[in-house]
């Protein structure tokens, strides 16, 4: 099921804000995000593929995309091939239409493209379509917090309910499909109201994943730990946690590096090379 929590991403990159929102900027950041495999003995010399190239205006908004294929999820015979470009445009600094070419199956042409479109009532996002058909609806309480999504597409009654501490932070998110509930989404923030870990449940109650966030002085996001429902790492406390990563940070608080641990094993490198 589709939720909001995870969100998630032109054969020719546009080189200019100007050209891909419209607004008059005059510079935007690039990013490229390369990803290493590592074996069970690390391998000094494996190449680096490239995964995603992105670049933002000068509000930090996503503009641009590719996406390609990673070592991480596909086989050996189609790393770095070309997945799909996005171009998002933007008025008054809120984005209202995504265009996204998929290269399907890593065919060599561009397959039809998808259009999503985001209708706003003021501020606040009411409805999105994807190639003109209805897709989330959104409803919001008195403080214009977002309260309902709906999801308009699957032609049953599926939607999520958000629920808020006294501060305002997100404290929960119940998950029904056809109108009945099959998970609950929990929220754990640090005295300063930072977020720091996730805990979901099924409907019978159950975990079915355990997320916990290491921050820094400054709220950067250092380690991230999570596991599945069941005991893969069997019941030794310190592999409590399936999956590791560790975030390193340049100067300007950007990161430049993420290292993936698989039950203490180190599994795959990602590099960020901003320009």
Request: charge should be neutral.
């Amino acid at each position: 099921m589709k939720t909001l929590l995870t969100a998630i991403f032109l054969p020719l990159i546009c080189l200019t804000v100007n050209s891909c929102s419209g607004q008059e900027n005059h510079k935007h950041i690039g990013l490229n995000v390369y990803y290493t495999l590592i074996d069970s003995i690390e391998n000094p010399t494996a190449k680096a593929y490239k995964i995603s190239v992105e670049h933002y205006n000068t509000d930090s908004n996503l503009i641009y995309q590719e996406v390609y294929a990673s070592p991480a999820e596909y086989p050996q015979e189609k790393w770095g091939l070309l997945l799909s470009t996005t171009q998002l445009f933007y008025e008054d600094k809120r984005l209202v239409k995504e265009e996204t070419q998929d290269r399907g199956a890593f065919q060599q042409t561009p397959t039809e493209k998808s259009v999503r479109t985001y209708s706003y009532n003021g501020e606040r996002l009411q409805e999105t379509a994807v190639n003109g058909n209805p897709h989330e609806r959104y409803e919001y309480n008195r403080e214009g917090r977002l309260t309902v999504l709906t999801l308009l597409y699957t032609g049953r009654k599926d939607f999520e309910h958000y629920s808020y501490t006294k501060g305002g932070q997100k404290d929960s998110v119940r998950q029904y499909l056809n109108n009945q509930l099959i998970a609950i989404n929990t929220f754990r923030y640090d005295p300063s109201q930072r977020l720091i870990g996730r805990i979901n449940f099924n409907q019978h109650g159950d975990t079915v994943f355990h997320e916990v966030l290491v921050r820094d002085a400054d709220g950067n996001i250092t380690e991230r730990k999570w596991k599945g429902q069941g005991s893969r790492g069997g019941t030794n406390a310190s592999n409590y946690f399936w999956y590791w990563e560790k975030y390193f940070y340049n100067d300007k608080g950007q990161k430049i590096k993420m290292e993936y641990y698989d039950l203490g094993r180190l599994a795959g490198r990602y590099e960020y090379r901003w320009e």
